[in-house]
């Protein structure tokens, strides 16, 4: 199965969190808890905003952008999704989605 760019941010900010908060283990599980949101911005689809363990990670569609943010929620970094995905955490780097296209159909706000 190939992994696409969704799964990838989703993977790498499992680590990041679990290296973070001190699950050290690759056998400790982050995986319950994780909250996925989907963004609307004036009635289109614009991004998502993972939650972990009080730690976030907001990516933006159109910029292709990811920000993370610490616990206390200060910024702790902003990179390229391009970049976050091809992280020495052992995720290849994947082509943006908006080489591949939208993963999901665009929805407007009723």
Same mark, same amino acid.
């Given at each position: 199965?190939?992994?696409?760019? @969704?799964?990838?941010?989703?993977?790498?900010?499992? %680590?990041? @969190?679990?290296?973070?908060?001190?699950?050290?283990?690759? !056998?400790? !599980?982050?995986?319950?808890?994780?909250? %996925?949101?989907?963004?609307?911005?004036?009635? !289109?689809?614009?991004?998502?905003?993972?939650?972990?363990?009080?730690?976030?990670?907001?990516?933006?569609?159109? %910029? &292709? &952008?990811?920000?993370?943010? !610490? &616990?206390?929620?200060?910024?702790?970094?902003?990179?390229?999704? &391009?970049?976050?995905?091809?992280?020495?955490?052992? @995720?290849?780097?994947?082509?943006?989605?908006?080489?591949?296209?939208?993963?999901?159909? @665009?929805?407007?706000?009723?």
């Amino acid at each position: 199965m190939m992994s696409t760019p @969704v799964d990838a941010v989703r993977k790498n900010f499992r %680590e990041i @969190v679990r290296r973070r908060t001190g699950m050290i283990s690759p !056998s400790t !599980s982050v995986e319950s808890g994780m909250l %996925e949101t989907t963004l609307i911005r004036n009635g !289109s689809y614009c991004g998502r905003r993972f939650s972990l363990h009080g730690y976030s990670l907001i990516w933006f569609i159109d %910029e &292709q &952008q990811i920000k993370l943010y !610490s &616990q206390d929620g200060s910024l702790l970094e902003t990179k390229s999704v &391009q970049d976050f995905c091809s992280s020495p955490l052992g @995720v290849p780097a994947i082509i943006p989605a908006t080489e591949t296209g939208v993963e999901y159909p @665009v929805r407007r706000a009723a």
